[in-house]
């Protein structure tokens, strides 16, 4: 069953007086549970094709299915309930709330939510963090965090909601191997735990080795699946 | 709902310069506007004590011939119509629930006569009985030299400011009677005139009535009085008793009036509707049965007058105006709709204006004061609108990733305006908060330092001689609407910026 669909996606953007073709007219179809990497030079169009797939970008052209939706024709509302429901981010940059500690900022989604107690928002968050091994960080802002520790509380609320996918755009871009290593073992034992699917972008040779399958992408096609 | 008042709150603590900022200005806005709204209240409150409380009352009632509704402060001298039937007026007054008390004058122009031969002066008259005045007025005017008029007295009290204006203009020195001329008790200005100065006990007054008429009396000064405030105003109003007021004006008294038997009103009709009527067919004249008719009505009254004279009515004779005090609380504008209602159906013949309508430039200064406070207070709000809209923009701006990530895991719209709106709120709670509090504090100890002025502008600022800010419960309500506005306002702009702020935005920033 795919739980992506996209159908002849293009995405142009004016630069100037110019119009740079990002996408060129992308077909792709994912499982569900799938692990799958999004592999390319710089500007080939891997984070144009995330973002448009985690609705947070829109689509010149073309149609892109994510589970039983259509979102090419959703109201913003309904964008941003399907974001909140069935996507989790995970960005190169972490991206977390500065002031609110990492407990906090997993609970955040689900708090958001409004269909979960406040001690079971508690509980299932502090389980995640327990599990990307911040127990001792709970109640560390941002800040006090190191890079790896910030990814791993990004991946923990990225997971809160149980989302059907997870979007990770080069989630180890910034981390020391060790850590991009055990990001990735964390991401892949949620995979196979949970069935979530994972899609992430990475120019980065050691990541593959983790995915189920990877795409290629160069000049805004898809050059080999 | 904990979790926005949690992020707005440490928000403020993680920008707090930005919100220092903020702070100050809502402090300063809220304490210019607590402080603008005490100045405004204390000028209402002293405006009623000074005026309606002490010359005018809320409404003034004047006849319906009545051309201009200006009738205290009309710098042309136009005579003031007018009011025949206040026994009428009285009773439907009585009856009205929302009408505290009301005091009918005569008001018009006199010439004072130099018997000297020389210029003479004008004087405004108010011609009241004192009695009531009194009671309308309580405390309005100070006797300086001599003694207040009494209930039956026939004579003037003469203003501070009048008298040195006559010694000005004609070097006649108005005294109460029975006092003599001492250069010791003369006012610095006047000293060194008293070689020339003409001491009179009495005034020969010259009324001007709307037929321009006139009739002059004699009348003795019983006092010298002060007004309560704005003396260089109502120092012009030269008080005496209403029955001189009326033969000076040449009205009739209240002691020329007759009863006249229903049967021999019909002269009065025949004069008052139509002469030509009395040269037609129908006519009394002629006719013969009419003719004795006539004669025999012409006849009867001097028999009337034989009889024991009936006791005087004051309010039988003619007045010029009705001051109305209100019952606390009452609308003016609705009264006056009301009153001129009541007016028309009972064919009362009388007009009801507002107390500032009928002083003329005087109220509207008092109101253009007040609109320039109003407008003051709201070039201020508008500042702090612009600066807080700037600075929350920039705010707004510069938190691109944190709020396009928060949309990106799921944050609607609504959540973004609401933690916009409940980081201003609570800075306004605290900071306008703060100022309101200490613009509660600065108009009490303006209150103490009871800052005066002899000034008549100034005064009319004050409400009164002296300067008494207040702030009522509602007073304090309209401040606390006021910062509440100026939030919302201040808040519209920047959290349209925040809105508009999407996931996109978040990633490409980085």
């Given amino acids: ?47 144009t094709l995330l973002n448009i797939i985690g609705c947070i970008d829109f689509a010149t052209e073309g149609s892109v299915r994510v589970g039983d939706l259509e979102i090419t024709s959703l ?66 802002k941002p800040a006090e965090l190191s890079g790896g520790q910030r990814q791993r ?20 871009a910034n981390l020391d191997s060790v850590t991009g290593a055990s990001i990735l073992d964390s991401m892949r034992e949620m995979n196979k735990r949970e069935h979530t699917t994972f899609i992430f972008s990475t120019h980065d040779a050691n990541v593959l080795k983790y995915a189920s399958h990877v795409i290629k992408i160069k000049d805004g096609l898809i050059t080999k699946e | 709902m904990n979790l926005i008042v949690k992020i707005a709150w440490r928000n403020i603590m993680r920008h707090r310069g930005k919100s220092l900022i903020i702070g100050a200005i809502l402090f300063v806005g809220a304490f210019i506007m607590t402080m603008g709204n005490g100045v405004m209240s204390g000028m209402d409150a002293g405006l009623n004590r000074t005026v309606v409380n002490s010359f005018t009352g809320d409404i003034v009632l004047v006849s319906d011939k009545q051309e201009n509704d200006n009738v205290f402060v009309e710098f042309m001298g136009k005579a003031v119509a007018p009011i025949y039937n206040y026994v009428d007026i009285k009773k439907a007054l009585d009856s009205l629930p929302y009408v505290e008390r009301a005091l009918p004058e005569g008001k018009n122009m006199a010439m004072v006569l130099n018997e ?138 209240a002691s020329d009036k007759v009863d006249v038997p229903a049967s021999e009103q019909k002269l009065f009709s025949l004069a008052d509707e139509n002469l030509d009527a009395m040269f037609t067919q129908d006519s009394l004249m002629t006719s013969a049965r009419g003719a004795h008719t006539v004669r025999a009505a012409a006849a009867k009254p001097a028999a009337i007058r034989t009889a024991a004279p009936p006791r005087v009515d004051v309010d039988a004779g003619a007045y010029n105006l009705v001051c109305v005090l209100l019952k606390k609380g009452q609308s003016a504008p ?12 009972r064919k009362l013949g009388f007009r009801a204006v507002s107390w500032k309508k009928a002083m003329g430039a005087v109220g509207s200064m008092a109101t253009i004061i007040k609109g320039a406070l109003f407008v003051f207070v709201m070039f201020l709000f508008f500042v702090a609108i612009i600066i807080i809209v700037n600075t929350l923009s920039m705010a707004a701006i510069e938190r691109t990733t944190e709020i396009g990530m928060m949309r990106a895991v799921g944050a609607k719209k609504g959540f973004i305006s609401v933690m916009f709106l409940a980081e201003t709120a609570m800075l306004a709670f605290v900071f306008g908060g703060a100022g309101i509090v200490a613009g509660i504090i600065g108009v009490n100890v303006f209150a103490v330092f009871n800052i005066t002025s002899t000034n008549d502008m100034i005064q009319l600022l004050f409400g009164g001689d002296t300067f008494h800010p207040l702030l009522t419960a509602a007073d304090i309500m309209v401040s606390i609407g006021q910062l509440a506005i100026v939030t919302l306002i201040a808040v519209i702009y920047p959290t349209r910026v925040a809105r508009s702020i999407t996931p996109l935005d978040a990633v490409t920033r980085d």
């Avoid at chain 1, 142009?12 to 179809?29: P, S």
Wanted: with cysteine.
């Fill in chain 1, 1 to 47: 069953m795919n739980i992506i669909e996209t159908r002849g996606l293009k995405k142009n953007y004016a630069l100037g007086t110019t119009t740079v073709h990002a996408l060129r007219g992308i077909d792709l179809a994912i499982e569900k549970g799938d692990f799958l990497s999004i592999v390319g030079p710089s500007g080939s169009g891997k984070t």
């Fill in chain 1, 75 to 140: 109201s913003d509302r309904q964008i941003t309930d399907i974001r909140l429901h069935k996507i989790g981010f995970i960005f190169q940059t972490f991206n977390l709330i500065p002031v609110l500690n990492a407990l906090e900022n997993v609970e955040f989604p689900l708090l958001l939510m409004k269909d979960h107690s406040r001690v079971d928002v508690k509980k299932k968050s502090e389980q995640l963090l327990d599990a990307v091994g911040l127990a001792d960080y709970m109640k560390h």
């Fill in chain 1, 153 to 172: 509380v990004a991946i923990a609320r990225a997971l809160v909601t149980n989302p059907d996918i997870i979007l990770a755009d080069e989630p180890t």
């Fill in chain 2, 116 to 253: 000297e031969g020389g210029a003479p002066g004008n004087a405004n008259l108010l011609g009241v009985d004192i009695g009531r005045y009194r009671k309308m007025f309580p405390g309005s005017v100070t006797v300086v030299e001599g003694r207040m008029l009494e209930p039956g007295d026939q004579g003037a009290l003469v203003p501070v400011y009048a008298q040195k204006e006559f010694e000005a203009y004609t070097n006649i020195w108005f005294m109460p009677e029975s006092t003599v001329l001492d250069s010791a008790r003369l006012p610095k200005e006047v000293k060194p005139d008293y070689a020339a100065l003409i001491p009179k006990t009495n005034a020969v007054l010259m009324g001007f009535n709307e037929d321009n008429s006139t009739t002059d009396i004699r009348l003795g000064i019983k006092g010298i009085i002060k007004y309560r405030a704005l003396n260089s105003l109502w120092g012009q109003f030269v008080v005496i008793d209403i029955e001189s007021y009326r033969r000076c004006l040449g009205y009739f008294a």
């Fill in chain 2, 334 to 345: 609705d009264c006056i709709g009301k009153l001129n209602k009541l007016s028309k159906e």
